[in-house]
């Protein structure tokens, strides 16, 4: 790339890391909450499998939004197989509305699931239920939060809705 080993060792402790990727939401004893940009398979299991590695003390809820027109094609869907199982705790959610809009035929939660891959995964169509599993999930273990998505969960957030504000 041209960047000798001196330029690079001079900015990089200056280099805040690319936008949206692992960003500290909230950081405490008890709680992490990181939200990332990944919402292509492969990034997905990446993130996941990092954050897992990282906190491996920790209980890790990993919580994914299907957003784009591809997310949330079941054909395509299959592609994330496998993706979240090194989460303690896997979380899908979807907006029905947002299926309908792109034209997509709707989906289900057992679809989903299959998709997946994972039987444990618990699936969500409505935003405020699936932030009521979530703060039932984090409960009074330490445990990292991740929310990975390149929408917002149709609004939810995470700092206020968790009491973090």
């Known amino acids: 790339m041209g960047v000798s080993d001196e330029q690079f060792y001079e900015a990089i402790p200056t280099f805040s890391g690319a936008s949206r990727r692992l960003e500290i939401l909230h950081e405490d004893e008890n709680l992490t909450i990181y939200r990332d940009f990944a919402h292509a398979p492969s990034k997905v299991t990446a993130t996941v499998n990092a954050v897992k590695e990282n906190f491996e003390n920790r209980k890790v809820i990993a919580c994914f939004e299907l957003h784009t027109f591809s997310s949330l094609s079941i054909e395509f869907m299959k592609q994330y197989s496998g993706s979240m199982d090194k989460a303690d705790e896997a979380l899908v959610y979807f907006n029905p509305e947002v299926v309908a809009h792109k034209k997509l035929p ?3 939660s057992a679809e989903i699931k299959s998709q997946f891959g994972n039987d444990s995964l618990n699936v969500f169509d409505n935003n405020q239920t699936l932030l009521a ?5 984090i409960g009074t273990e330490k445990c990292v939060l991740l929310v990975m998505s390149s929408g917002s969960f149709d609004g939810i957030n995470w700092k206020k809705e968790l009491g973090l504000v």
């Open 106 to 108: 709707a989906l289900n």
């Open 133 to 137: 599993a979530v703060k039932k999930s």
